[in-house]
T-cell receptor, first 115, second 111 residues
Framework: DTAVSQTPKYLVTQMGNDKSIKCEQN?????MYWYKQDSKKFLKIMFS???????INETVPNRFSPKSPDKAHLNLHINSLELGDSAVYFC??????????????FGPGTRLTVT | GIQVEQSPPDLILQEGANSTLRCNFS?????LQWFHQNPWGQLINLFY???GTKQNGRLSATTVATERYSLLYISSSQTTDSGVYFC?????????????FGTGTRLTIIP
């Protein structure tokens, strides 16, 4: 069984379009994250949600809007896509941050290409 | 914020060789993870090791939290070990923990 899954795996779209990426985890975790990996392979956190509540919001353009309908799902909607948004987006999850173990588990990634 | 440095940035080895990858970090951490990003882009959890030593087959890791570094050892390298190895750390911040990644070590194993 897949622990953290993302759809779609690949997304090719034109500048100015709006797109969404979906993430689901079946680990029973309370916290979910979005990370972005740029063309130089650098990984950086964008958002985290704990039990549907936004916890971390790094300096991400407000064209990016995460939504967590329940604690097993975290979606990422991107408006008015720009060339610089091309990257691989990873979803991750971990247990409640107040517990001792904080290991994060990552999904397979969504490669977004904006043309 | 916390700084994470990995060395070496690139490593090319013959199959069967051993290697040591290093991760230095600038603050006390309550989470340290090692990942392998394979050529298909998947991030695979290797170790959750904020302190101490762990082993898993040909791989082992040691974190010396008081000296702010972690080492990943790969023995008897295989071509499937190729890829980028990332160290990532998180500082305890009462619910606002986030993983900060190093820039990675790119390992290439030659048959």
């Amino acid at each position: 069984d897949t622990a953290v899954s993302q759809t779609p795996k690949y997304l090719v779209t034109q500048m100015g379009n709006d797109k969404s990426i979906k993430c689901e985890q079946n680990l029973g975790h309370d916290t979910m994250y979005w990370y972005k990996q740029d063309s130089k392979k650098f990984l950086k956190i964008m958002f985290s949600y704990n039990n549907k509540e936004l916890i971390i919001n790094e300096t991400v353009p407000n064209r990016f809007s995460p939504k967590s309908p329940d604690k097993a799902h975290l979606n990422l909607h991107i408006n008015s896509l720009e060339l610089g948004d091309s990257a691989v987006y990873f979803c991750a999850s971990s247990q409640d941050l107040r517990r001792v173990r904080y290991e994060q588990y990552f999904g397979p990634g969504t490669r977004l290409t904006v043309t | 914020g916390i700084q994470v440095e990995q060395s070496p940035p690139d490593l090319i080895l013959q199959e069967g060789a051993n290697s040591t990858l290093r991760c230095n970090f600038s603050d006390s951490v309550n989470n340290l993870q090692w990942f392998h990003q394979n050529p298909w882009g998947q991030l695979i959890n290797l170790f959750y090791i904020p302190s101490g030593t762990k082993q898993n087959g040909r791989l082992s890791a040691t974190t010396v939290a008081t000296e702010r570094y972690s080492l990943l050892y790969i023995s008897s390298s295989q071509t499937t070990d190729s890829g980028v190895y990332f160290c990532a750390v998180a500082v305890r911040n009462f619910g606002n923990e986030k993983l900060t990644f190093g820039t990675g070590t790119r390992l290439t194993i030659i048959p």
